[in-house]
C-alpha cells in the first residue's frame, strides 16, 4: 500500500474531483507530476516518422486487425460498422453488426483476424460477448458465440482483442465500475481472459477457467515483445495510468492498489503516468519500443524496451497534434504504425476530417 505521506499528497491534489471513470477528473486540471513508477535507463533511438491520413471522416474507430493483402479490418465503436480501409485509403463496409447496443463506452470494440475467420468482441443487450464469423475476404458469414456473459456498463467494459504469438486469443475486459470484481476470480470482469479459437479456456490457463490475469480495472491494450512477453496498458481513476508485464496468475490490484503498490499480493506496473497525461488505450509493440495511443493525454507514448523486457523512460510523440488517440496497430512488416483518432467520443473536439486512421512510419 502507498506510505502515508503519498496518500496525504494525492489526497490533497484530487480533493476537488470525484472518482470518476475515464471522463470526471480525467477531463479536469492536469494533475502534477509526482514520484512515478521509475524507468530503467534504456534509451531510444527510433524516432517515429511524419504522420500521413490512410483514411478520414470515420466515427470512432477501436480495433484495428490487418489481413494478409495489408488493407485492414477496422471496427468503429458507436456506429457497429465493421470497415474495411486499403493501404491506398479507400474505405467499404464490411458489416453492420446488428447485435450491438452502443452505450456509453460500450460498442463495437475489438477485432483479430485468424485462418479466415473475424473475431469482434463487443456490448450487446445484456453483456459483453466474444464472437466469431466466417470470412471470405469480402463478406462476414455465420456468427459463433465464443464467449458469453461478460459484464457490461455504461463504463470500463474493457474490449482488446488480440491472438498472441502462442496461437490462443486474449480479450480485455473491464470492471464496469462495480470495483469488486476485479478481484472475483469467479466474475469475467476485470481480467484479461485467454481462450481457444472456440472460446475454451487455452490449456495451461492458471485456474483451469478462461481467465489469465485478473485485479484490472479496465485494460484497452495488448501487445507482445519480440521474445513473446505480453504487456497491458490500463485505466487508472484519479492519479495513475499503468502498462503492465502480464503473467499468468497475476494480480493486479484494482481495486485495493492504484499505480505502484510495492505490495506482494498485487503486480507492480512497469510504468505509470499521471492520469491527465495518459488515459492509455490501443497498444503495439515494433521496433524495440511499445507505443500506447493517449485520449486524454492526446498523444502517442513511446515506451523503449530493453533485451530483457524492462522498461524504458516514456517519450510523448506528436502531442496535443490529433486530439485522442485511441487504436493502435502495427503493420505485418513492423514498418508503421495505423493509429486511430477518438474524437468523435463525446469527450474531444473534433477537427476538419475527423475521425482518421493515420499511418505512423517507425522505420
Known amino acids: 500500500m502507498r506510505k502515508l505521506w503519498t496518500l ?3 489526497a490533497a491534489l484530487t480533493a476537488c474531483s470525484p472518482g470518476a471513470p475515464e471522463a ?3 477531463e479536469g486540471p492536469a494533475t502534477p507530476r509526482a514520484a512515478a513508477t521509475p524507468a530503467a535507463s534504456v534509451t531510444t533511438t527510433v524516432r517515429p516518422g511524419t504522420p500521413k491520413d490512410v483514411a478520414t471522416g470515420l466515427a470512432v474507430p477501436w480495433g484495428i486487425a490487418f489481413l494478409p493483402d495489408g488493407s485492414a479490418l477496422v471496427t468503429e465503436r458507436d456506429t457497429a460498422r465493421l470497415l474495411r480501409i486499403s493501404t491506398s ?3 467499404s463496409e464490411v458489416a453492420k453488426i446488428a447485435e450491438v447496443r452502443p452505450d456509453g463506452e460500450g460498442g463495437l470494440m475489438g477485432v483479430a483476424v ?5 473475431f469482434l468482441y463487443y456490448t450487446a443487450e445484456r453483456d459483453n460477448r466474444v464472437v466469431s464469423y466466417a470470412f471470405d475476404g469480402e463478406r462476414l458469414g455465420a456468427a459463433k458465440v465464443l464467449v458469453e456473459g461478460i459484464p457490461k456498463g455504461g463504463i470500463h467494459n474493457g474490449g482488446r482483442l488480440a491472438f498472441g504469438p502462442d496461437g490462443y486469443l486474449y480479450a480485455t475486459t473491464g470492471e464496469t465500475g462495480d470495483r469488486p470484481l476485479a478481484q472475483d476470480r469467479g466474475s469475467l470482469a ?13 490449456p495451461g490457463n492458471p485456474f483451469g477457467t478462461l481467465v489469465y490475469s485478473y485485479g484490472h480495472r479496465n485494460v484497452q491494450g495488448l501487445a507482445w515483445d519480440r521474445d ?3 504487456y497491458a496498458s490500463e485505466f487508472g481513476q484519479n492519479t495513475w495510468d499503468e502498462v503492465n508485464l502480464i503473467k499468468p496468475g497475476g494480480n493486479y490490484g484494482w481495486p485495493e492498489v492504484e499505480g505502484r503498490g510495492d505490495d506482494p499480493r498485487y503486480v507492480n506496473p512497469i510504468i505509470t503516468w499521471p492520469t491527465s497525461e495518459a488515459s492509455p488505450s490501443g497498444m503495439a509493440y515494433a521496433d524495440g519500443s511499445l507505443w500506447v495511443g493517449a485520449l486524454r493525454g492526446q498523444r502517442l507514448w513511446q515506451i523503449p524496451l530493453s533485451a530483457d523486457g524492462t522498461a524504458g523512460e516514456p517519450v510523448a510523440r506528436f502531442e496535443g497534434r490529433y486530439g485522442r488517440l485511441r487504436a493502435v496497430t502495427a503493420t505485418p512488416d513492423g514498418s508503421a504504425l495505423w493509429v486511430g483518432t477518438s474524437n468523435k467520443d463525446g469527450r474531444g473536439s473534433p477537427r476538419a476530417g475527423d475521425d482518421r486512421v493515420l499511418s505512423v512510419p517507425i522505420s
Open 114 to 118: 485468424k485462418d479466415g475467420r473475424v
Open 8 to 10: 496525504v499528497l494525492l
Open 228 to 230: 513473446g512477453r505480453m
Open 89 to 91: 485509403g479507400q474505405v
Open 190 to 202: 476485470g481480467k484479461i481472459l485467454r481462450m481457444t479459437a472456440e472460446g475454451a479456456p487455452a
Open 24 to 26: 470526471g477528473p480525467r
